[in-house]
């Protein structure tokens, strides 16, 4: 539930666990020790072994105890009684313990149930070793405490488990799998019809069969349950057995069915049934395991359409596949050109953990209506960490994939790296900004202005000349006549620079009262002229302020571009102004 803690929810995990073990054990215990010894039938150590299996090691112990006290319960009330309690459940316990780390070494993969690799390990852990191992135990208690025949009480034990394990542990695991629920709520209402009406052809034939002893028609459910299986899936093929298993327990308890024709006891009735279900959990899962592997494959197939289709649809650089969760599926070769990681890394990781936090929201919400899309192309632009750390931007263009019922299982996408853009958009716009008072370009658009120059011009041609310009004693008309006759005298020089300029040449306000004007390709001498024309106009401008007349000059400095490049450009200039204002001011000085 929302708002679990983790304790919570393991306390939970730990109570469902040991109850479910309780009552199996009573059951099969209370019902199937039928000469006094050891049960025909043993299913508990099945709950046991899937819980453990689905469990982090670290959360046994509690799970062993928990159980490990039901079981000492069941024994004493209605088992071989209160002497034999504890070491029982000790031996128990071991048998759990042994399959569930020889699960555990075989590594067992996000679907165990669909792997025959995993499913031969299963037989081998759960039908051979454990239940060989922990038989010797068993059958020594019972021989200990109510002086059973060891040599009859271990085969009884062995069979039993080993049967019971067999035949339960798969059903178990597909109970305690997580995805279970959305499994089932991912259903279509068409899914869950057929698959209602295949469980109902497996209760109808089992009962048939079973409600009778005249024939032996043993064989005729196994035809239903696998035609549920090719048909359902891995949980139409557990919930089978189920329903298989409850009918054929019932009836042949009550003496009923083809089993009651054998010769023997009712607990030899008892562990045939068990043998039974047991072969037919071998024969239907790996039908299931093959199944659902072609369905992977096939799954895999609709995915490399999709991307290939991608390709063609777009130029592209990475190619990324998501479940609907976000984890990678899928990541092209190209990731670790662009982002430094390998592949196989990143499978398995959620792709919102690689987008700089504080762009994870809106990539979240493209996933989103990428999901809610249709099969249309949802496009975003975003800034991811590379595995050295560093921040690049990204365009992706991304597209849902369907299964065949139209149900979203996935995305695929599109990564461009658009960093180099990115930076020159941020260029472009600071050199297109001008200055809000002048209209002038600003300091950082003429630099850029200057370095394109020396950049491009070919060095045996003259770049030009770069004037820097500063009004003489402004402060004063800011203090006499305030900041706006000071505003108006920056706007009009800004007016007059430009009409007096060349053509092709740059005026640029770069600061405070401080004008710089670049005149392409100009000689020194050209320069002077220009900049001796605009700084006597300066001295002729007259600006009206409340009816007094406002008279301002200027001092100047030009120096010649050369392949010391921009800065040293302006610097030159910049000394020579400052040297025409120490020279008295209003006059115009060449760099040295």
């Not at 369905?295 to 650089?317: F, V």
């Not at 402060?475 to 920056?490: F, I, P, T």
């Not at 401008?541 to 009816?547: F, L, S, T």
């Not at 040293?568 to 020579?576: E, N, P």
Request: overall charge positive.
């Amino acid at each position: 539930m929302i708002g679990e803690t983790p304790i919570q929810i393991a306390i939970k995990s730990v109570i469902a666990t040991s109850a479910g073990y309780f009552i199996l054990a009573a059951v099969t215990v209370s019902t199937t020790r039928f000469d006094g010894g050891v049960a025909f039938i043993w299913v508990a150590t099945a709950l046991l072994i899937a819980r453990l299996t689905t469990l982090q090691p670290s959360a046994w112990p509690a799970h062993l105890l928990a159980c490990g006290s039901a079981n000492v319960a069941v024994t004493a009330l209605f088992g071989l009684g209160v002497a034999a309690a504890i070491p029982l459940s000790f031996v128990n316990l071991f048998e759990a313990v042994i399959a569930a780390s020889v699960l555990r070494l075989i590594q067992i993969p996000e679907r165990p149930l669909e792997s025959t690799r995993w499913l031969a390990g299963f037989v081998l852990a759960t039908g051979m070793v454990a239940p060989a191992a922990s038989g010797v135990g068993g059958a020594s208690v019972a021989t200990m405490v109510v002086g059973a025949d060891f040599s009859a009480a271990y085969p009884r034990w062995f069979a039993g488990h080993s049967l019971g394990s067999l035949t339960f542990t798969p059903v178990f695991i597909l109970l305690f799998r997580k995805d279970l629920g959305e499994r089932i709520r991912a259903m279509t209402h068409r899914r869950a019809a057929k698959t209602a009406v295949l469980l109902l052809l497996v209760v109808g034939v089992s009962i048939a069969v079973f409600a009778q002893n005249r024939m032996p028609l043993l064989f005729l459910p196994l035809l239903p349950v696998i035609f549920a299986t090719f048909r359902g899936g891995s949980l139409a093929a557990a919930s089978s057995v189920i329903l298989l298993t409850i009918i054929g327990f019932t009836f042949t308890l009550c003496n009923t069915g083809p089993i009651s024709l054998m010769h023997g006891t009712m607990g030899d009735h008892m562990q045939f049934l068990q043998f039974y279900l047991a072969a037919t959990v071998l024969a239907v899962l790996p039908i299931s395991a093959d199944l659902a592997r072609r369905s992977n494959l096939i799954s895999e197939l609709r995915d490399s359409k999709a991307r290939y289709r991608m390709l063609a649809d777009n130029s592209t650089d990475i190619i990324l596949n998501l479940d609907v969760h976000g984890l990678v599926r899928f990541v092209s070769p190209s990731i670790a050109q662009l982002g430094g990681f390998e592949p196989s890394d990143l499978v398995g990781r959620n792709a919102a953990l690689l987008v700089v936090a504080e762009d994870r929201a809106s990539a979240a919400r493209s996933h989103v209506m990428t999901l809610r899309g249709g099969g249309a192309m949802v496009s975003f632009e975003y800034r991811a960490v590379t595995a050295s750390g560093a921040e690049r931007w990204f365009e992706t263009h991304s597209r849902a994939v369907r299964d065949d019922a139209g149900v979203v299982e996935g995305v695929v996408s599109v990564l461009r790296d658009i960093s180099d853009r990115k930076v020159m958009e941020t260029q472009l716009f600071h050199a297109a900004l001008t200055d809000p008072l002048t209209q002038l370009p600003n300091r950082r658009a003429f630099k850029l202005e200057l370095e394109r120059l020396v950049r491009h011009v070919h060095p045996e041609r003259s770049f030009g000349c770069v004037a820097m310009f500063d009004f003489d004693h402004f402060k004063q008309v800011n203090d006499c006549h305030g900041h706006e006759a000071g505003d108006r005298v920056l706007r009009e020089f800004g007016r007059i620079a430009m009409t007096t300029v060349r053509g092709g040449d740059v005026v640029s306000r770069i600061g405070g009262e401080e004008f710089a004007v670049l005149l392409r390709h100009a000689s020194l001498e050209q320069a002077m002229v220009v900049c001796e024309r605009l700084r006597n106009a300066i001295e002729k401008m007259v600006i009206m302020v409340d009816g007094r007349p406002v008279r301002v000059t200027v001092s100047g400095g030009v120096a010649l571009i050369d392949v010391g490049g921009a800065e040293d450009a302006i610097r030159s200039a910049d000394a020579a102004l400052y040297h025409a204002k120490r020279d008295g001011r209003n006059r115009l000085q060449l760099a040295s």
